[in-house]
Nanobody
Framework: QVQVAESGGGLVQAGGSLRLSCEVS????????MGWYRQAPGKKREFVAA????????NYHGNVKGRFTISRDNAKNTVYLQMNNLNPEDTTIYFC??????????????????WGEGTTVTVSS
């Protein structure tokens, strides 16, 4: 059974930083692409970043490029999202997902069991 567990959300002032973590179990993590999405209430889930299993292919949504960095530690079965220069528009719930589409424009949505429960990020102005 796959388990996907995010952590690291919280409250931060505009211009600040947070690092989200996502630990995965029940999978061969070092063969899985990994990604982050976010979803505000009443809005569609939005691609944030994705990294291939090898780490060689990385893509970001245009809204976060240059501010967010996705990385992974295969020895810890963990993927990270370093978020810098946060602004209030980044306030929402962030979800970790196994085997996301690699490209932001893809309409593919992984099945439910591959998603974490989400972690909330709040950026105050």
């Amino acid at each position: 059974q796959v388990q996907v567990a995010e952590s690291g959300g919280g409250l931060v002032q505009a211009g600040g930083s947070l690092r989200l973590s996502c630990e995965v179990s029940g999978r061969t993590f070092n063969r899985d692409d990994m990604g982050w999405y976010r979803q505000a209430p009443g809005k569609k889930r939005e691609f944030v970043a994705a990294m291939s299993w090898s780490g060689r292919i990385i893509n970001y949504h245009g809204n976060v490029k240059g501010r967010f960095t996705i990385s992974r530690d295969n020895a810890k079965n963990t993927v990270y999202l370093q978020m810098n220069n946060l602004n209030p528009e980044d306030t929402t719930i962030y979800f970790c997902v196994v085997e996301p589409p690699r490209r932001p424009e893809s309409t593919y949505i992984p099945r439910d069991e591959l998603w974490g429960e989400g972690t909330t990020v709040t950026v105050s102005s």
